[in-house]
C-alpha cells in the first residue's frame, strides 16, 4: 500500500511548480518536499512513537500542511482541527481519536494535558525557517491505530448529533484525487484553487491539500477568517480558476455583486464554481 504523503509528494512534478500562495508569497513543491523530510527527520532523531495519533490545532498555512503530510509520512495519524474548537469538544477529539499528541502553534494553554506530548510548531514552510518545541514526555505508548492502513482522521461538524471521528485510509484519498480532482474536476497546473473552507474542514482538507498536490494546481491558503471581501482581494491578486464554497457563500457572493457591481470583473479567470456542505437549490445553480 503506498503512503499517501509519499504519493502526494513525489507525483512527477517539478520542484519550483507553485503548490501555495500565502501571505503574498510563493511556496513551491521543492518547499514542501524539504520541510517535510525535515519533519520526519527531526521525529526519528527524538524517537517520536509510531502508529500514534496527533491533533494539529493549526491555522491554515503552508507549515501547517507540511506537518500533516509529516505525520502521514513517518507513521503518525493527524486529526486536524479548527483553532476555534471549544474546550470540550477538544476534550471529546481527544477521546475519540486516542491522541497521544497535541501540535499547536502555541497560542492556546494545554498545559492540562500533562501526559501528552505538545509539539509546538513556529516559523513557515520554507526550507529550515521553521522550529519544532517539544514539552512534556516521550514515554507514548503506541496505541491501536495502524499506520499502514489509516492515513489520518478526519471531525464531522456534528450536524447529526455530537461530532464524529471519520478514518480514511491512503488509498481512498488516491482514489478520490484520481477519479474527482483529476477525472471529473479536470483539474491542471493551469489552474488555480482558492477554497472558502479552511483546511481544518474535510472540504477545505481536500482543496488545499489533496486536490492541488495529486494535480499540480496551486491553492491561496489565508490565515483570517473567510469573508467576501477578503475572497475578491484574493480573487484580484491570484486571480483562480476554480472556487469551491458552500450555497450560504455563493448567496453572500451574489448579494456583494449586487452592490459592488465592478468586483464582476474580479471572477473573470473562473471555470468552474464547486458546492457543497449543504444542498445547492436549483435556483441557486442557475443564479
Do not use: W
Not at 507514548?140 to 455530537?162: N, Q
Not at 472540504?203 to 491539500?209: E, P, R
Not at 491561496?220 to 476554480?242: A, I, K, N, W
Request: aromatic share 12%.
Amino acid at each position: 500500500m503506498q503512503n499517501l504523503a509519499d504519493y502526494l509528494l513525489g507525483l512527477d512534478f517539478p520542484e519550483t511548480q507553485t503548490r501555495s500562495f500565502f501571505e503574498h508569497k510563493i511556496y513551491t513543491l521543492g518547499d514542501y518536499r524539504q520541510t517535510v523530510e525535515d519533519i520526519v527527520n527531526i521525529f526519528e532523531n527524538n524517537n517520536l512513537p509510531k502508529n500514534v495519533s496527533a491533533i494539529m490545532i493549526l491555522q491554515d498555512a503552508p507549515l501547517t500542511l507540511s506537518m500533516f503530510l509529516a505525520c502521514i509520512k513517518y507513521g503518525i495519524v493527524p486529526l486536524l482541527i479548527s483553532t476555534y474548537t471549544m474546550d470540550d469538544l477538544l476534550d471529546q477529539a481527544m477521546t475519540a481519536s486516542d491522541a497521544t499528541i497535541l501540535i499547536t502553534d502555541g497560542s492556546r494553554d494545554l498545559s492540562r494535558f500533562n501526559n501528552t506530548l505538545l509539539i509546538e510548531l513556529k516559523g513557515n514552510c520554507a526550507p529550515g525557517a521553521f522550529e519544532l518545541k517539544f514539552t512534556n514526555s516521550f514515554n507514548i505508548e503506541s496505541k491501536f491505530v495502524d499506520a499502514s492502513e489509516i492515513a489520518f482522521f478526519l471531525m464531522t461538524s456534528g450536524s447529526t448529533g455530537l461530532p464524529k471521528i471519520v478514518v480514511h485510509v491512503h488509498e481512498a484519498m488516491i482514489f478520490t484525487t484520481d477519479v474527482y480532482a483529476k477525472d471529473t474536476l479536470e483539474l491542471s497546473p493551469d489552474d488555480i484553487i482558492y477554497s472558502a473552507a479552511k483546511s481544518s474542514f474535510g472540504y477545505g482538507l481536500a482543496n488545499n491539500l489533496f486536490f492541488s498536490f495529486a494535480t499540480g494546481a496551486p491553492a491561496v491558503l489565508f490565515r483570517e477568517d473567510f469573508s467576501v471581501e477578503l475572497m475578491f482581494r484574493y480573487m484580484e491578486e491570484y486571480h483562480p480558476t476554480v472556487i469551491f464554497a458552500i450555497p450560504s457563500i455563493y448567496r453572500m457572493i451574489i448579494s456583494h455583486l449586487e452592490n459592488n457591481v465592478a468586483d464582476m470583473k474580479k471572477l473573470d479567470s473562473v471555470r468552474s464554481y464547486l458546492s457543497s456542505g449543504e444542498k445547492l437549490s436549483a435556483e441557486l445553480a442557475k443564479e
